[in-house]
C-alpha cells in the first residue's frame, strides 16, 4: 500500500513541502492531490482559509528496482571497499518497456549461483518490486557479470548441436530443464529452422526444450 499524507499549510507549496519532509520522498516520487487551495484573508483579517493538500507516493518501476538492488546489494556485501556496482535503465523491446539491471564486480559469482539459480532469483524478486503498485507490467532483466550475454552463447550453441543430432538420427532431443528465459533463447535460435522445431515441456521449474526433426527432412 502506497504511503499517503494529508497536510495543512498557509500555501499549496509549504503544504507540499510538509508532506515531502515526512514522507522523506522527493517531489517526482509522489503524486499530488490538491483538497483545498486555500484563500487570503479579506483585509488581512477575515475570511482566510488553509491550503491542503493530499501527497501519496508514486515510486516508478526503475526507482523501486534501483532501491531494491542497492538494500540487496549493500546488505550482501563481505566488506566497505568491495567493488559490486550496478546500473539500471530502461529500453523498450517489441514495444514494451524492459527495466535492465546490470551488476558488475571483481568477486559477484555468489551472485551468479549454480546455472544462474541466484541470479534469475534475484531477477525474479526485483520483477516483484517493479510491478508492485503498478496499473501496467513492466519487464525486468537483471545481468550479474555479463553472464546472460556468454549464457545465450552456450545455448545457441547448444541449440545448433541439438538439431543436427535431431536431423540426423530423426529423433527429439530433449535438453536439460532450464528457466523460462533460457527456453525463450532456444525457441527463437530454432524459430524458422528448416530441419526441427522447438516444444516446450514438463512442468516447473523442471520445464525443459525439446527439438524434434520435422517429417520428411532430407538429410544430406
Do not use: C
Amino acid at each position: 500500500m502506497a504511503r499517503s499524507v494529508e497536510k495543512t499549510a498557509k500555501t499549496v507549496e509549504e503544504a507540499i513541502e510538509l508532506a515531502l519532509t515526512e514522507l522523506g520522498l522527493e517531489q517526482e516520487d509522489v503524486d499530488v492531490e490538491i483538497l483545498d487551495s486555500g484563500a487570503k484573508a479579506m483585509l488581512g483579517i477575515v475570511g482566510g482559509r488553509d491550503a491542503v493538500v493530499r501527497v501519496t507516493e508514486s515510486k516508478t518501476p526503475i526507482r523501486r528496482v534501483t532501491e531494491f538492488l542497492d538494500v540487496l546489494l549493500e546488505s550482501s556485501k563481505d566488506s566497505d571497499d568491495s567493488d559490486i556496482k550496478f546500473y539500471v535503465h530502461e529500453e523498450e523491446e517489441d514495444g514494451q518497456p524492459v527495466i535492465k539491471a546490470e551488476i558488475t564486480g571483481s568477486d559477484v559469482a555468489y551472485l551468479i549461483g549454480k546455472h544462474g539459480d541466484t541470479m534469475y532469483a534475484i531477477n525474479t524478486l526485483a520483477g516483484v518490486a517493479a510491478n508492485r503498485d503498478s496499473s501496467e507490467y513492466v519487464r525486468v532483466y537483471v545481468d550479474v557479470a555479463d553472464y546472460r550475454k556468454h549464457r545465450e552463447q552456450t545455448l545457441i550453441s547448444m541449440a545448433n548441436r541439438a538439431t543436427s543430432k535431431a536431423a540426423k538420427f530423426k529423433k527429439p532431443v530433449p535438453l536439460a530443464a532450464m528457466p523460462a528465459s533460457e527456453r525463450r533463447i532456444i525457441h527463437t535460435a530454432l524459430q524458422g529452422n528448416s530441419r526441427v522445431i522447438t516444444e516446450s515441456e514438463g512442468e516447473e521449474p523442471n520445464r525443459y526444450v525439446v527439438v524434434k526433426p520435422k517429417p520428411y527432412v532430407k538429410i544430406f
